[in-house]
């Protein structure tokens, strides 16, 4: 008997179907198991005890008591009078956060706008840094170069400021910077300082710095609001006095002055654009010059022709009379030499014969 033939897989490359489902329910069992063990581990840990957690101690067993630093032990030693200051930090540590800051250097100067500005640059960088008032002024002597640091030099040797304070630093650099002379110049520049060319906003800034420099000059509002009025352009100053409630306080009169100088402004660019607008129709007018006297020229040169021809014209016509004149004048003079020669001819030819006729002309 022959054996039956079994069909044969007429794609070879494709798997079998069955082999496929097994394969997939095996790995599908076997996730099933891992994440089971991984449950069952998760629960183990959540189980044991935490780190943070600190076991129940006997009661029997007695409290250690907690180990105290050194550096508090040799602190809490100390007299009480010495901790009322915290301590003093190194120089080189306070230098180095000076530094940092970018504070402005002072090398000495003639004006005393500029030594005022400094102090109050570098006093703003001290409040800052929470200073005390003797490493206020280690870090400002930092500061000091050229002309500045030989006059630091200077009152080094004349006091002792291993103990100095702010104060008596600032009372030292006034009577350097501003002594009676430069405040008297100062007290003329702010007393005759006018706005001039420059806007509101800067002149009154430059107002207030000599007024710093002048406190008695303006030692209430009422009296800084008069010099400022005085101080501004006079255009400005009648807007600003104009209505039944002229200024009282400083803060209402700037604001009154920038609002009057705005509209000020605004007339003048309107007149600037009109001017503008005026020359360049001055511009257009000559550049148009040039066609229009063109224009009249070849006009004045057409006329000119239509003249010239209309006389050319007249003088053809009286030089053709004057030629046909001339031309029966010389008719007659030929007619008249004609009658004289013959004449002439004739007397000869009687006398010839015996005639006793003389011709007389």
């Not at 530094?99 to 090398?107: N, Q």
């Not at 600032?170 to 702010?190: K, P």
């Not at 007393?191 to 002048?214: D, I, P």
Request: charged share 25%; proline share 6%.
């Amino acid at each position: 008997m022959s054996r039956p033939r079994t069909r044969a897989n007429p794609n070879p490359q494709e798997p079998d179907l069955a082999n496929l489902v097994a394969t997939l329910q095996r790995q599908l069992q076997e996730q099933q198991q891992e994440t089971n063990q991984l449950r069952e581990q998760v629960a183990q840990l959540n189980q044991m005890p935490q780190a943070n957690e600190i076991p129940p101690q006997n009661n029997h067993v007695p409290p250690v008591a907690p180990q105290v630093p050194e550096v508090h032990q040799e602190i809490s030693l100390e007299p009480a009078g010495l901790q009322r200051n915290p301590p003093l930090i190194r120089e080189d540590l306070l230098y180095e956060r000076f530094r940092r800051m970018k504070a402005p250097e002072f090398k000495g100067t003639t004006d005393p706008l500029v030594a005022d500005n400094w102090l109050i640059d570098i006093q703003v960088i001290l409040d800052f840094m929470r200073l005390t008032e003797h490493e206020k002024v280690l870090c400002a002597s930092f500061a000091l170069k050229k002309d500045a640091r030989h006059w630091w030099k200077t009152v080094q040797m004349r006091r002792n400021v291993a103990n100095m304070d702010w104060q008596d630093f600032v009372a030292e650099f006034s009577t350097m910077y501003y002594n009676g002379e430069i405040l008297a110049v100062q007290q003329d520049e702010f007393t005759s300082f006018k706005q001039g060319s420059m806007s509101v906003v800067e002149a009154v800034n430059k107002f207030e710095q000599l007024g710093r420099l002048c406190p008695e000059l303006v030692p209430n509002e009422k009296e800084k609001v008069r010099r400022m009025m005085k101080m501004f352009r006079t255009d400005i100053s009648k807007q600003v006095s104009a209505g039944s409630s002229p200024p009282t306080l400083v803060a209402d009169c700037i604001s009154r002055a920038m609002r009057a100088e705005y509209w000020i402004n605004q007339d003048k660019e309107a007149r600037a654009q009109i001017f503008k607008a005026k020359k360049e129709e001055k511009v257009m007018e000559k550049q148009l010059q040039p066609r229009q006297n063109q224009e009249t020229n070849l006009k004045g040169q057409t006329s000119n022709s239509n003249q010239y021809s209309k006389q050319f014209g007249r003088n053809k016509r009286k030089g053709n009379a004057m030629a046909r004149a001339n031309k029966g004048i010389t008719l007659k003079r030929r007619i008249t030499v004609g009658m004289r020669v013959i004449i002439i001819t004739t007397l000869c030819v009687l006398n010839v014969e015996g005639s006793t006729w003389v011709y007389v002309e």
